[in-house]
């Protein structure tokens, strides 16, 4: 069964740092796409990032680059969403989700299996 | 930025049909997603690439684009079908996706 498990809520300080993570099992981790979402009540949905695991290529939303950063660790099957410096507006839900990739010849570009969410709380 | 209109709520009854719409500019020449979430889960994929269907999704739930407006259909509308369904786009010139603002539909 493919799964993305994330790291548990949290609750911080601004100006505080910050890494939360997301570990992929049952499947290849390495070459397949993993996105970051954030959900909040008055924004909905905000796409943040993704990263491709296998040699770390990195995009980010205009909206979040420069704020936060994203890497992965082939070794832990893990990616992680990281600040150094947090902010109140940062309080939010959090999901990694996969992007579907390459199926029968095909590359889909939806999201999909997701982490179930990471609260932080600033 | 590109973006996605979506009604706030559709009401429809047990066994009812739901139509849910996506609006955006020639959304009709874009892959377009669906997505459903429960109260406190993670969403689930229900719709991919305007209409295809995941494993596993009844196929009570199709989709459809064109020119300016996607739209989901749920046909025989049960009672677990209540949730927040959201639409998006991938834009493949930023590698960014899109989430529309959800729509919440009631079960009555």
């Known amino acids: 069964e493919v799964k993305l498990v994330q790291s548990g809520a949290e609750v911080k300080e601004p100006g505080d740092s910050l890494k939360i993570s997301c570990k992929g099992t049952?499947?290849?981790?390495?070459?397949?796409?993993i996105g970051w979402v954030r959900q909040t009540p008055g924004k909905g949905f905000e796409w943040i990032g993704i990263i491709f695991p296998g040699h770390s290529e990195t995009r980010y939303s205009p909206s979040f680059k420069g704020h936060v950063t994203i890497t992965a660790d082939r070794s832990f099957s893990t990616t992680y969403l990281h600040w150094t410096s947090l902010q109140a507006s940062d309080s939010a839900l959090y999901f990694c989700?996969?992007?579907?990739?390459?199926?029968?010849?095909?590359?889909?570009?939806?999201?999909?299996?997701w982490g179930q969410g990471t609260a932080v709380t600033v | 930025s590109y973006v996605l209109t979506q009604p706030p709520s559709v009401s429809v009854a047990p066994g009812e049909t739901a139509r849910i719409t996506c609006g955006g500019d020639n959304i009709g020449n874009k892959n377009v997603n669906w997505y459903q979430q429960k109260p406190g889960q993670a969403p689930v994929v229900v719709v991919h690439d305007d209409g295809d269907r995941p494993s596993g999704i009844p196929e009570r739930f199709s989709g459809s684009n064109s020119r300016n407006t996607a739209t989901l259909t749920v046909s025989g509308v049960e009672a677990g079908d209540e949730a927040d369904y959201y639409c998006?786009?991938?834009?493949?010139?930023?590698?960014?996706?899109?989430f529309g603002p959800g729509t919440q539909v009631i079960v009555l």
């Open positions: 998006q786009i991938w834009d493949g010139s930023s590698d960014q996706y899109v």
């Open positions: 049952g499947y290849d981790f390495s070459n397949n796409w």
């Open positions: 989700a996969r992007r579907r990739g390459l199926d029968t010849g095909t590359f889909y570009f939806y999201l999909d299996v």
